[in-house]
């Protein structure tokens, strides 16, 4: 039955993408995309996971990608300037002019500067922590815990900032003036060296999903092939970035003395969240509505910050723990991921599967028109940053649960980055949007 749906899925992907979006980047395809990347583990690991699907299950997932691709077309309808189906590329944001060369020594060196204090200030935290284990499991535990920690967070956040203007520079100079500026690696490297010692792995997935949307933008508008040549090529050249990606998340998994294999990785991780959502259906379906308290969890907790307490705090009877059991030929599963669709079902039941996907989607779809429609190289990194939450579909919530400051901070960084990368004398309103 799963091969069916998975096969099911393709073809709405194919429907979507060549009648519909004409683009990988678009929020329909990429949750599309989630879903066969989380099947496809599914049916792989069918032995080790004696995986036994609820017909309910196959009705919730075409009912939340209904309702995303709703969303989406409910927001396209807002965008009356928007051609669907007619494989018209990005327009190409009106800003064209060079980055100078202080700005990019600003970004070179404000990388450096930043990931030297945040390195630094990592392996303080790790050896005070640490004890006689790995120091990068130590400042994994530590920064974890410390949430507090303002300053070492807001490092991290400025070298992310850094990394992803210098992408967006980097496929500006690369593609609109066909010469790359080669120094803009440097805040790159900068970011992986940070990623390195926080080993926050999600923050490297982010990162990815990042830079791949932001390609598949720029290459899309600007590339000279054909469509098909031309989306021939993204999915090639996606294919090598994911399975580097994926080498990578698994290393970055060792620094943190995680003891899985490979297969066991990328299995538990990536398919783990869509399975354990069909096996605790009956627990999830018998569970009393808890009216938004689960999908806006980070949102009342920030709230109480500011001294605002709602109510309505998750009690643990409610709470859904790890899915542990063994298979016949030994394998044991236990995995705590559990998709974006529990949240909603434990909220609102079938109606929070609808009503939450069908905001998500529009929500993203209106911010995919307006960078492809109105053109903004801003607009185009803003909606690369928050993609990875359709990514991330299948996994876990990742939209709903980002109401916090964190947030906050990641747009203000970007955003201030930008304007003082590109040069607020170069940064123009085109429609009320940030060129």
Known sequence: MITV??????????FAHYLVTRSFASPVSLL???????????VINDENWQVFIKDRFIVYIFIAVGAFSAGCFLATTMMPSVHMGKGDKCRVPDNQTAISNYSILFIVIS?????????LIAVRIGLSNGGGGSLFRAIYVASSANTHNFVFHQFREIVVALAEVSVIVFFKSLYLFRKPIKLLIIPIICFFACTMFATD????????????CIWILFYSSMSGLSIVQTNKRIIRITSIVVLLAVVAFYLLGKLKSYTSNFERMVGIYGGSGLYNFNYCLDILERMT??????TFSQ???????????????????????????S???GYVYASNIYSAMAPYVM????????????????VFELLYCLATDRGSYYLWGLYSMLAYAIVYFTIGDQFFMRFHLGLVYELMWYTLLYLVVVGTNRVKLNSGLLV
């Open 5 to 14: 749906v998975l096969l099911v899925i393709f073809v709405l992907l194919f």
């Open 32 to 42: 599309l995309v989630s879903f066969i990347m989380a099947l496809t583990l599914i």
């Open 111 to 119: 990388s450096l500067l930043c990931t030297a204090v945040y390195v």
């Open 201 to 212: 792995r999600n923050i490297f997935i982010r990162f990815i999903v990042f830079v791949l």
């Open 289 to 294: 509505p808890q009216y938004g308290t689960q």
């Open 299 to 325: 949102l009342i907790e920030t709230l109480r910050i500011f001294g605002i307490d709602i109510g309505g705090s998750l009690s643990s009877n409610y709470q859904l723990g790890m899915v542990v059991f």
């Open 327 to 329: 298979a016949p030929n």
């Open 347 to 362: 909220d609102f039941g079938i109606f929070g599967l609808i009503l939450f996907p069908l905001v998500f989607g529009g």
